[in-house]
């Protein structure tokens, strides 16, 4: 028979567990964006009662007005999701597709040589928008709140206007030449034919009643009707092949994220169409058979370098639209897999590219923007969004107030010719009627026992591995402020070169990474645009912080 005393010590047991099992929550939000305003629109809306993925569609759509250069309704984003009542974890996939009528000819030149300026300008290199329907599909499965709710502060400020910081300035003026050649982008962006001048009020009425007409009618507002007939028009009249169909047939996308361990923290990431996710696993599932701690900077750069070779060089060979192209996930991701790979790494010499497998082969700043929210249930959103290049394809259909994307880059539109990240594809990422374009984009949340980040960043190709730099960096304890702005390096299998930002490394590393083998290349400019926000749950502390080469990003905690 159980004793008395038995019987009190079960009873303690059970009320601990069931304390250590009652949901820690924050006490506050945290959001980094790339801008004040979309920040304070998603602090708005959580005020209103909304939750963090409320929070997420005002941030997303106040981001598509403010930041217009790197995002928005013409363009499309992967937005990672953890509800904290239940755990759920997903990845909304409103990447953008090819058009039905997609021909990759149509990007060669009259020699029959690739001409990027076809697939980076004007309206061929634009994919069907994803975004409207990836904020939809936020608010109505994930949101407390009403559309119209979440995309009040967009719609205000599209309306209102707001002065754009001098990134947004020089960013026109470095799309000059392409904006000027569509009359209704000139209009929106240019004043005079010229970039604006510090000081200028930007204002986007025709997008605030694009926003109005998504709050009001969801998919249908920008999918079908007037809206969908405009868009189609003025891209066939610029010399595009988008139809109402396939407006009308585009949906956003719920995936599972590619989820793993490594050394007893989880990473949940992005999945195909992104090559995030199933790079991260590889080069962390490579770097996580290596005590990382307790190497010198040198030998860890070596190993990291090693590691970022051989998946950017699968990313090539492997990766494309889920939907479309067989991929083998599982194995990329396995620790076999991964220990295969670390067998062919030496411990102090490059690899040089050429020596891996062939894969068969039939400019970047901080363009695309991250966005990562915390709210005070534990709730996560973390939302990568992209128009491609600055300005997207540049071209702005007269009426609609938004620019498109020229996604159309990011397929391997010719096999084994690079694309503007200098990215190589074959056939498993080559446009096909309806088709997404493969994606970098990679936002991650990176859960400990302890302590949770949510963390990404724009980049194109750099992207990867500036989110494995990222959560290496969260893992080994340092703050968001300072991992957002640490130096950063790269490697992409090819070009078969270690590209760093001024003071990754000093000049005795350099030479040390050279003796191995190693070229390295100084890059003049930064690149990344990193926001981040973190929550201790031993200490309650939550913090946010924006990458530092950004001007107006912002992070705040409240
Ligand atoms: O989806 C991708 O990987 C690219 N379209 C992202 C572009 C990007 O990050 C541009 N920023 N520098």
Do not use: C
Request: no cysteine; proline share 7%; net charge neutral.
């Amino acid at each position: 028979m159980t004793s008395p005393r038995a019987l009190w010590v079960l009873l303690l047991m059970a009320v601990a567990a069931g304390a250590l099992a009652a949901p820690v929550k924050p006490r506050q939000a945290a959001i980094a964006s790339a801008h004040v305003l979309a920040t304070e629109a998603g602090f708005e809306v959580l005020g209103k009662g909304g939750n963090a993925f409320d929070a997420a569609v005002a941030v997303a759509a106040t981001l598509a007005v403010v930041e217009p250069q790197s995002s928005g309704i013409g363009g499309g984003g992967l937005f990672l999701l953890q509800r904290a009542s239940d755990g759920h974890e997903v990845m909304v996939d409103a990447r953008e597709t090819a058009p039905a009528a997609v021909d990759m000819r149509d990007y060669l030149g009259a020699d029959g040589k690739p001409d990027r300026a076809r697939s980076i300008n004007g309206p061929l290199s634009a994919g069907i928008p994803g975004e409207p329907a990836g904020l939809v599909w936020i608010a109505q499965r994930y949101g407390k709140l009403p559309l119209k709710v979440s995309l009040a502060p967009a719609i205000r400020i599209a309306r209102n206007g707001f002065k754009p910081d001098g990134r947004f300035l020089k960013e026109v003026a470095m799309r000059k030449e392409v904006i000027a050649r569509y009359p209704a982008s000139a209009a929106l962006y240019l004043v005079n034919g010229e970039a604006p001048k510090p000081g200028w009020t930007f204002r986007t009425p025709d997008l605030a009643r694009v926003l109005e007409r998504i709050a009001e009618q969801g998919n249908a507002g920008f999918y079908q009707g007037d809206l969908a007939r405009t868009l189609v028009e003025g891209v066939r009249a610029a010399g595009g092949n988008w139809t109402l169909a396939d407006l009308e047939r585009y949906e956003a996308k719920e995936r599972a994220p590619i989820a793993f361990d490594y050394r007893g923290w989880r990473i949940v990431t992005a999945s195909p169409p992104s090559s995030g996710g199933v790079a991260l696993a590889e080069m962390l599932n490579v770097l996580g058979g290596y005590e990382l701690d307790r190497l010198d900077k040198v030998h860890r750069t070596h190993l990291m370098v090693e590691a970022m070779r051989r998946a950017y060089r699968d990313r090539a060979e492997y990766l494309g639209d889920p939907d479309f192209v067989p991929m083998p996930i599982a194995r990329l991701t396995s620790a076999d897999y991964a220990a295969g790979l670390r067998a062919g790494i030496h411990p102090d010499k490059a690899t040089p590219s050429e020596l891996l497998p062939p894969y068969l082969a039939g400019e970047q700043g901080s363009h695309t923007s991250h966005f990562s929210i915390i709210d005070r249930d534990g709730n996560l959103a973390a939302g990568t969004q992209t128009v491609n290049l600055i300005f997207g394809s540049g071209l702005v259909v007269a009426g609609t107030g938004f620019v498109l994307n020229d996604e159309m880059d990011d397929f391997a539109l010719v096999a084994g010719k690079p694309n503007a990240f200098g990215l190589l594809g074959n056939e498993r990422n080559a446009p096909r009627p309806g088709s997404r374009p493969l994606s970098s984009m990679s936002p991650t949340f990176v859960i400990g026992p302890d302590r949770i980040g949510v963390i990404g960043t724009p980049g194109g190709s750099r992207i990867i591995t500036m989110v494995l730099e990222g959560i290496l960096a969260f893992i080994d304890g340092q703050p968001p402020a300072q991992l957002v702005a640490n130096a950063r390096f790269h490697h992409q299998y090819l070009p078969d070169v270690i590209t760093a930002e001024k003071g990754a490394f000093s000049a005795a590393e350099t030479k040390a990474l050279e003796a191995m083998g190693h070229q390295v290349h100084e890059s003049d400019r930064r690149w990344g645009f990193m926001n981040v926000v973190s929550w201790d749950r031993r200490s309650g502390k939550l913090q946010a912080a924006a990458d530092p080469r950004g001007e107006s990003g912002s992070g705040v905690v409240r």
